[in-house]
């Protein structure tokens, strides 16, 4: 080992592929949790056996003297719930090296971001943030979204965790009151943001940013359909062609989203509506993307943010870039009508021959297997990863895919 060290603060998620890919290169890692032990529903993504120590989140000034003795080249999020926290601890260890520390709020609050937002004329959508119903339907009367799709959402939160759509005429106070609860991410929810929705095609940008410049190492095109929430189910994610002229206009308009938030140093997770108005933010998590879109983009462009991550901490490269695209990189996910038990699933045991672009499989449901009805991704059954040269290929093993899918039976 080198004798300096990485500190990674809640390393579950993609987060888990931190301490290895520094070892790789000689470099120690250390952890910090943010709680006493993981939360129950990341402990499958922890190994102690990857760190040198584990410290507890305490005493700044105290943890911060013991991670000094590692000589830390950096201190990073392993995940979302370790973002604010590292960025605190990265000031006070390696000052410097983290984001512009006066805005954390906005990159983790979703009403401080969106004043962040307007702050800098960023084009974003009309939303407001309460705790109370009466300001939000006098709200939804000046803006003229009675009779408008809106959005709620926790004021923090992760993922899609208590994220509701109500269409025009639906009882919106219902979901209003749920989120004022707590919820998965620990967090007590005293505030809901309300929005309008976004209509358009959604992308996924990741990006990776050094001392303010920021470079592309993503973008990936989600297809989407019906859903019972509104949110609509995946269909596919595919890795987009950085030559589309939407890759310029995507990097356009999220490097303002990480310019207006703060983001100087490290990976962000930026989800875009490309709406008939323009592209509009949607969600952003200045943390890794999860831990298959790392291991997919590696496998479409050679790197990935984990890998731009060791270059820039490890080798102390300072050059950010867009992405190269080696291979056509898609996840197929499939979906079931109905709830019941899944029967003629047995051509799922035939993926890797039938598909000559297979890469690997997600499908925890088998014959015989009672499956939920899909109407979002966690109710998805599964995915398949294609990755192939051959653009042909892909929509053809797609079809294939789907074909099966077709076929299937839930009584």
């Given at each position: 080992?080198?004798?300096?060290?990485?500190?990674?603060?809640?390393?579950?998620?993609?987060?888990?592929?931190?301490?290895?890919?520094?070892?790789?290169?000689?470099?120690?890692?250390v952890a910090v949790l943010t709680t006493a032990k993981p939360p129950s529903w990341l402990s499958r993504v922890w190994d102690p056996d990857d760190y040198h120590e584990?410290?507890?989140?305490?005493?700044?000034?105290?943890?911060?003297?013991?991670?000094?003795?590692?000589?830390?080249?950096?201190?990073?999020?392993?995940?979302?719930?370790?973002?604010?926290?590292?960025?605190?601890?990265?000031?006070?260890?390696?000052?410097?090296?983290?984001?512009?520390?006066?805005?954390?709020?906005?990159?983790?609050?979703?009403?401080?971001?969106?004043?962040?937002?307007?702050?800098?004329?960023?084009?974003?959508?009309?939303?407001?943030?309460?705790?109370?119903?009466?300001?939000?339907?006098?709200?939804?009367?000046?803006?003229?979204?009675?009779?408008?799709?809106?959005?709620?959402?926790?004021?923090?939160?992760?993922?899609?965790?208590?994220?509701?759509?109500?269409?025009?005429?639906?009882?919106?106070?219902?979901?209003?009151?749920?989120?004022?609860?707590?919820?998965?991410?620990?967090?007590?929810?005293?505030?809901?943001?309300?929005?309008?929705?976004?209509?358009?095609?959604?992308?996924?940008?990741?990006?990776?940013?050094?001392?303010?410049?920021?470079?592309?190492?993503?973008?990936?095109?989600?297809?989407?359909?019906?859903?019972?929430?509104?949110?609509?189910?995946?269909?596919?994610?595919?890795?987009?062609?950085?030559?589309?002229?939407?890759?310029?206009?995507?990097?356009?308009?999220?490097?303002?989203?990480?310019?207006?938030?703060?983001?100087?140093?490290?990976?962000?997770?930026?989800?875009?509506?490309?709406?008939?108005?323009?592209?509009?933010?949607?969600?952003?998590?200045?943390?890794?993307?999860?831990?298959?879109?790392?291991?997919?983009?590696l496998l479409g462009t050679g790197e990935s943010q984990i890998t731009r991550m060791v270059r820039h901490h490890a080798d102390g490269a300072r050059e950010v870039g867009r992405y190269e695209r080696h291979q056509h990189v898609r996840s197929v996910y499939?979906?079931?009508?109905?709830?019941?038990?899944?029967?003629?699933?047995?051509?799922?045991?035939?993926?890797?021959?039938?598909?000559?672009?297979?890469?690997?499989?997600?499908?925890?449901?088998?014959?015989?297997?009672?499956?939920?009805?899909?109407?979002?991704?966690?109710?998805?059954?599964?995915?398949?990863?294609?990755?192939?040269?051959?653009?042909?290929?892909?929509?053809?093993?797609?079809?294939?895919?789907?074909?099966?899918?077709?076929?299937?039976?839930?009584?």
């Amino acid at each position: 080992m080198s004798g300096r060290s990485i500190v990674v603060v809640d390393p579950y998620s993609a987060g888990k592929g931190i301490a290895p890919a520094f070892a790789a290169r000689g470099v120690e890692a250390v952890a910090v949790l943010t709680t006493a032990k993981p939360p129950s529903w990341l402990s499958r993504v922890w190994d102690p056996d990857d760190y040198h120590e584990i410290h507890t989140l305490g005493d700044l000034d105290e943890l911060a003297a013991k991670l000094a003795v590692h000589d830390p080249i950096a201190v990073v999020a392993g995940s979302e719930t370790g973002v604010e926290a590292a960025e605190t601890v990265s000031e006070l260890v390696v000052p410097g090296q983290s984001n512009v520390l006066t805005l954390s709020s906005a990159r983790r609050d979703r009403w401080q971001r969106d004043v962040a937002l307007r702050t800098a004329e960023v084009p974003h959508l009309r939303q407001l943030s309460s705790e109370s119903p009466d300001e939000v339907a006098a709200w939804l009367r000046r803006e003229g979204l009675q009779n408008s799709p809106i959005v709620l959402k926790p004021q923090h939160s992760g993922d899609t965790d208590d994220v509701f759509v109500v269409m025009p005429g639906d009882d919106w106070r219902t979901s209003f009151n749920r989120i004022l609860a707590v919820n998965n991410t620990c967090f007590r929810q005293d505030k809901v943001q309300v929005r309008e929705l976004a209509v358009g095609t959604e992308y996924e940008v990741d990006t990776y940013s050094v001392d303010g410049r920021h470079g592309l190492a993503a973008v990936w095109r989600c297809a989407k359909e019906g859903g019972d929430d509104g949110l609509g189910i995946f269909r596919s994610n595919t890795l987009v062609d950085p030559s589309e002229p939407v890759v310029d206009v995507l990097f356009g308009y999220v490097s303002r989203v990480l310019d207006a938030t703060g983001v100087r140093n490290g990976p962000a997770h930026v989800e875009v509506m490309v709406t008939p108005d323009g592209p509009r933010l949607i969600e952003m998590g200045t943390r890794l993307a999860g831990p298959e879109q790392q291991e997919l983009t590696l496998l479409g462009t050679g790197e990935s943010q984990i890998t731009r991550m060791v270059r820039h901490h490890a080798d102390g490269a300072r050059e950010v870039g867009r992405y190269e695209r080696h291979q056509h990189v898609r996840s197929v996910y499939l979906a079931s009508p109905a709830a019941g038990e899944l029967a003629n699933s047995v051509r799922f045991d035939e993926l890797a021959s039938l598909l000559p672009s297979y890469q690997r499989e997600v499908l925890p449901y088998r014959e015989g297997s009672m499956v939920p009805r899909t109407n979002d991704l966690r109710t998805s059954l599964g995915h398949v990863v294609l990755a192939t040269t051959d653009a042909e290929q892909l929509e053809r093993d797609e079809a294939t895919v789907r074909e099966i899918e077709a076929g299937l039976i839930v009584v």
